[in-house]
């Protein structure tokens, strides 16, 4: 008789490693180590955003295997990088609707144009590890784009604005469906797909304990605790023509009364061109207009990230 078939005749329960759970939580340093290390990435993005937007304006041929190299080379300049923590991934035009794309080497990948555009990096560093996806248009997008870049970026706002009780049973199911709320009003969720998974520190970008999808499984059935740290990366995909993607790394914090908040990681500018402000709340622009103070105070984004900032001015 086999072991699998001895097991299989005795009662059995399937649990989550309690190492896989403490590895979940991380303490004081930890979170600080991940907040310090997501300033110096993101300023890593700025840099390489703003080289990007340089090159298209002065007619330079920019490859989206360029995108990478560049991007990853400012990382290694910053301090405690260790390596990049996945392949990055640079599409633009066709290549956006493309979930998992990655140039290769080998051919370069498209030439970035006045197009649609997201980049999609991550590193790791001894003090933490990052994870970002940040949409651009170096041209003009078409109403479309606007509207469901508009609406990924209110799912996200929904979570951020919600206060969730630490005592209640909040899971990756339950984010899912604030980020898919608002396409769901439009009749796009057949083109949405929301996910989000746990960071680990310094070590690999995805820490299998726990997701935020819609669909089943343990890892999304489990409770988010204080201590966490988590992504939320709601993106839309149209087969054979675009595609656009948001993706932040959250802190999970607990205030003294013990409300549970989403606290962002990543602070890199949303794309002013790419939102309708029409479609937001009073209280959603106030919201962003916060977090673009934060990326002010925090990183040193250049001046790339001061004139994605002043294009808000009148709007918010």
């Known amino acids: 008789m086999s072991v699998i078939d001895a097991l299989r005749s005795l009662p059995t329960r399937i649990d989550r490693s309690p190492i896989q759970q403490m590895k979940e939580i991380k303490n004081s340093i930890e979170l600080n180590g991940f907040r310090e290390c997501h300033y110096r990435d993101c300023a890593a993005v700025c840099q390489t955003f703003s080289w990007l937007q340089d090159s298209i304006d002065n007619n330079l041929t920019v490859t989206e295997f360029d995108a990478v190299r560049y991007l990853e080379d400012r990382q290694r300049e910053k301090e405690y990088f260790i390596g990049i923590a996945f392949d990055t991934i640079s599409a633009t035009g066709t290549n956006t609707?493309?979930?998992?794309?990655?140039?290769?080497?080998?051919?370069?990948?498209?030439?970035?144009?006045?197009?649609?555009?997201?980049?999609?990096?991550?590193?790791?560093?001894y003090d933490g590890t990052t994870d970002m996806t940040r949409t651009l248009h170096f041209g003009q997008p078409t109403q479309k784009q606007i509207e469901c870049y508009?609406?990924?970026?209110?799912?996200?706002l929904a979570v951020e604005m919600t206060a969730f009780r630490s005592d209640d049973f909040i899971t990756g199911y339950r984010i899912d469906a604030l980020l898919q709320q608002y396409f769901n009003?439009?009749?796009?969720?057949?083109?949405?797909?929301?996910?989000?998974?746990?960071?680990?520190?310094g070590q690999g970008v995805i820490e299998g304990g726990i997701t935020i999808s819609n669909v089943y499984s343990v890892a999304n059935r489990v409770p988010i605790k204080p201590g966490m740290v988590i992504t939320l990366e709601p993106g839309i995909y149209f087969e054979g023509e675009w595609g656009i993607r948001i993706e932040n790394v959250y802190a999970i914090e607990e205030n003294q009364t013990g409300w549970m908040h989403f606290i962002p990681l990543t602070l890199i500018p949303y794309s002013r061109k790419m939102i309708d402000f029409n479609l937001l709340s009073r209280q959603e622009k106030t919201w962003i207009n916060n977090y673009h103070q934060q990326c002010l105070e925090k990183v040193n984004g250049g001046q790339w990230m001061k004139d994605e900032i002043d294009d808000f001015n009148g709007s918010l």
């Open 97 to 125: 609707a493309l979930v998992e794309y990655a140039p290769s080497i080998d051919d370069g990948g498209k030439t970035i144009n006045h197009d649609l555009y997201y980049l999609d990096g991550g590193a790791n560093y």
């Open 150 to 156: 508009t609406l990924l970026l209110r799912g996200i």
């Open 185 to 201: 009003a439009h009749h796009y969720s057949s083109e949405h797909i929301s996910f989000g998974h746990g960071v680990s520190h």
